[in-house]
């Protein structure tokens, strides 16, 4: 199985600043890359697909990076809704992993 | 736009059989793979298997040997049976459409919650 590893596992940023969490790969997934976000009792909801595909309906301070074994979700400008947590899943092999997360609180 | 909707018991005795159904509403359910992922409370994701509207189906080896995932396209729904389960075995169980990007699953239900427990 094909392991995703995200960094930080939680973070606490203040509304405005620019926020970056980490996705690697324990080996090449190509741009078979996607981000959801969480927020309690509620289904993961899909931000970024294909690693860089910003899904309709996503605000544009949300944007994802990286091919191969690294990846970025950057949220350009906080914002209080955004708290939650995040998850990378890679699609390129079977069976499709999820990296275990990363909690954002809004300080 | 396509929702959907996740049943079945809340509760399931430790050894039985976990089964669920996932019924599609607002869209077709061919040409797409539907998935279904679990989520322990307070911890991570994890993909239980998946089927294409042809029937063909790929599960995650750690649970291969106990689960079947089933399509019915005349109801437009999916079912999940998940054989012998345990504690371990509780969780939010998700289903959710492969919409055809990266294997990207889009929309997801809203979950059920099964627990095992005598």
């Known amino acids: 199985d094909i392991q995703m590893t995200q960094s930080p596992s939680s973070l606490s940023a203040s509304v405005g600043d620019r926020v970056t969490i980490s996705c690697r790969a324990s080996?090449?997934?190509?741009?078979?890359l996607n981000w959801y976000q969480q927020k309690p009792h509620k289904p993961p909801n899909l931000l970024i697909y294909a690693a860089s595909s910003v899904q309709s309906g996503v605000p544009s301070r949300f944007s994802g990076s990286g091919s191969g074994t690294h990846f970025s979700l950057t949220i350009s400008s906080l914002q209080p809704e955004d708290f939650g947590t995040y998850y990378c899943q890679q699609t390129y092999s079977a069976p499709q992993t999820f990296g275990q997360g990363t909690k954002l609180q809004i300080k | 736009q396509v929702q959907l909707q996740e049943t079945g018991p809340g509760l399931v005795k430790p050894s039985e059989t976990l089964s669920l159904t996932c019924t599609v509403s607002?869209?077709?359910?061919?040409?797409?793979?539907w998935n279904w992922v679990r989520q322990p409370p307070g911890k991570g994701l994890e993909w239980i298997g998946s089927?294409?509207?042809?029937?063909?189906?790929n599960y995650n080896p750690s649970l291969k040997s106990r689960v079947t995932i089933s399509l019915d396209t005349s109801k437009k729904q999916l079912s999940l049976e998940l054989r012998s389960v345990a504690a371990a075995d509780t969780a939010i169980y998700y289903c959710?459409?492969?919409?055809?990007?990266?294997?990207?699953?889009?929309?997801w239900g809203q979950g059920t919650l099964v627990t095992v427990s005598s």
């Open positions: 080996q090449s997934v190509s741009h078979y």
């Open positions: 959710a459409r492969d919409w055809g990007y990266s294997g990207s699953y889009y929309p």
């Open positions: 607002g869209g077709s359910i061919s040409g797409y793979f």
């Open positions: 089927i294409y509207d042809s029937g063909n189906t």
